[in-house]
């Protein structure tokens, strides 16, 4: 995992959220049994993961959690901008 400035937004808003956060890469076993998975980067901003190397992640669609932190670091940018 990169620090980058998108990545430190999202996991600040998301403990704004009162979300738990854990920051480690996750073990190959336990994607099976995932709820729902993002990525973060400067140009895609979040981007749901809903597949990886033949396992899909919960229901194969972006999950709520994931559609709220979009959202949220979509609204931070719009008040940084202003």
Do not use: N
């Amino acid at each position: 995992m990169l620090k980058g400035t998108t990545r430190a937004a999202i996991i600040e808003l998301a403990r704004q959220e009162g979300y738990t956060v854990e920051e480690r890469c996750p073990l190959w076993s336990e994607l099976a049994g995932a709820c729902e998975a993002f990525v973060t980067g400067s140009i895609k901003m979040v981007v749901p993961v809903v597949k990886i190397g033949g396992i899909t992640i919960a229901d194969g669609k972006p999950g709520k959690i994931t559609r709220r932190l979009s959202e949220l670091y979509v609204k931070y940018l719009e008040r940084w901008l202003e």
